[in-house]
């Protein structure tokens, strides 16, 4: 089989198509249920910390796994053949097959998002450590941006293993250098704490969230140093426009944040594909002028 993936590079771009499509909805999963998870669980550490009767807002047994997914409008139990990622949403015409509540279209986009981030690592790398590795990178950061956009959360279980996660693949110069990995997570945090603090003793405001600088260190940790630069300028850029857009086109209240997340994880992607081709075309530019 790995001689066959090697050999042919349509059929790992195919697998790699498929197996996205199924960890994508899988990450839905994650996506609406972490965050569901970690406010049981602060409301349960509340309720002990003042003696109260501890919440029992969710099943007794409650985690990714279990319990099986439900409509959350008629509690209707979704069955495998509702589960089909893409293709049982265009079947349902985007509905509950019981109750015809609507079905939120993240579902499909998750699942297209995961399928092709894999289909596009699988072309740029071909099938190697190196694929494997930015797969899994692609696949955390879209579950991040979900979890970001809905609930401005960045939870620590994803972005820490995946952090050291990018240690552990750059001990072996995957992407960068250990030493340039290790600078990189050091270095990511620390500007946009540094950020973050200089804006705040200057505004009085929190401009992020500590979530964001845990996530840049995890970009860092597994691109190195060096691109973090590129990450920053090209997520500060997004990001503004996309604020603007948002505040002049439909009226978006200035004083609700805008998660930052998102913008860092696209551009970390970005430069995870193309950054070195980023780089040397900035500096060829400054040596022409």
Not at 139 to 167: F, K, N, R
């Amino acid at each position: 089989m790995i001689e066959l993936l090697q050999s042919s590079s349509n059929t790992f771009n195919v697998i790699a198509g498929i197996l996205g499509l199924m960890v994508g909805s899988f990450l839905n999963v994650v996506i609406h249920r972490l965050p569901l998870m970690m406010e049981c669980e602060w409301r349960s550490q509340c309720a002990m910390l003042l003696d109260h009767p501890l919440p029992r807002e969710l099943p007794e047994t409650f985690n990714l796994i279990t319990p099986r997914s439900r409509c959350p409008n008629c509690a209707n139990r979704i069955s495998i053949l509702e589960n089909i990622p893409i293709f049982s949403y265009i079947i349902l015409r985007g509905r509950c097959r019981c109750c015809s509540v609507p079905i939120s279209f993240r579902y499909p986009l998750i699942e297209i998002a995961s399928s092709a981030a894999a289909v596009v690592v699988a072309v740029h790398f071909g099938f190697s450590v190196a694929a494997l590795s930015a797969v899994l990178l692609s696949w955390g950061l879209i579950s991040l941006c979900g979890i970001d956009i809905e609930t401005q959360l960045l939870p620590d279980t994803i972005v820490m293993p995946m952090l050291w996660a990018g240690i552990v693949v750059n001990y072996f110069n995957v992407f960068v250098s250990l030493e340039e990995a290790i600078l990189g997570a050091v270095f990511g945090y620390l500007s946009l704490w540094t950020v973050f603090w200089v804006f705040k003793l200057t505004t009085g405001k929190d401009g992020m969230g500590y979530g964001d600088f845990k996530l840049l260190a995890l970009l860092g940790a597994w691109l190195g140093w060096k691109i973090l630069p590129i990450v920053i300028v090209l997520s500060s850029v997004v990001g503004a426009g996309v604020g603007i857009g948002l505040i002049l086109f439909l009226s978006h209240d200035k004083s609700k944040p805008i998660p930052f997340g998102p913008y860092l994880a696209v551009a970390g992607w970005i430069a995870l594909l193309w950054g070195d081709e980023i780089t040397a075309q900035y500096l060829y530019s400054v040596g022409q002028r």
